[in-house]
C-alpha cells in the first residue's frame, strides 16, 4: 500500500508555469516498485489521464493536450514525483491528482482502472 499527497497547486496566469510535487510512503513495498502517473478533473468533466512515468523514470508518455507543455519526472531516492507546468492554459484548470500503478511492470500506464492508490488532489487554477 502507499499513500500519496499532492502538493505545489495554486493560481496561476495565462502563459504561466507551476510545478506540482507528489510524496509517497509505501509499506511493504518501495517507490520504485510503482509506475506513477497524473489525472486532472475539471469542474463538471470526467477524470482524464495527464502524463505516465514508469518505474525507473526512463519512459514517459503524455496526453497530447499537454504534450511539449508539461513535463514528468521521479526522483526514486526521494520518493516523489514531480508534474512541471509551463505554458499553461485556461483550459488546464482542474483538480490535478496523483496514482500510482503496481500492475505494470516496465510501462507507463493511461488508464485509471491500472491505479490503485490515489492522492487526495491539489487545484490548479489558471486565469485568463
Known amino acids: 500500500q502507499v499513500q500519496l499527497v499532492e502538493s505545489g497547486g495554486g493560481l496561476v496566469q495565462t502563459g504561466g508555469s507551476l510545478g506540482l510535487s507528489c510524496a509517497a510512503s509505501?509499506?511493504?513495498?518501495?517507490?520504485?516498485?510503482?509506475?506513477m502517473g497524473w489525472f486532472r478533473q475539471a469542474p463538471g468533466e470526467e477524470r482524464e489521464f495527464v502524463a505516465a512515468?514508469?518505474?525507473?523514470?526512463?519512459?514517459?508518455y503524455y496526453a497530447d493536450a499537454v504534450k511539449g507543455r508539461f513535463t514528468i519526472s521521479r526522483d526514486n531516492a526521494k520518493k516523489t514525483v514531480y508534474l512541471q507546468m509551463n505554458s499553461l492554459k485556461p483550459e488546464d484548470t482542474a483538480v490535478y491528482y496523483c496514482?500510482?500503478?503496481?500492475?505494470?511492470?516496465?510501462?507507463?500506464?493511461?488508464?485509471?482502472?491500472?491505479?490503485?492508490?490515489w492522492g487526495q488532489g491539489t487545484q490548479v487554477t489558471v486565469s485568463s
Open positions: 496514482a500510482a500503478s503496481s500492475s505494470v511492470r516496465n510501462g507507463t500506464p493511461t488508464l485509471q482502472y491500472q491505479y490503485r492508490n
Open positions: 509505501a509499506s511493504g513495498r518501495t517507490f520504485s516498485d510503482y509506475a
Open positions: 512515468i514508469s518505474r525507473s523514470g526512463g519512459t514517459t
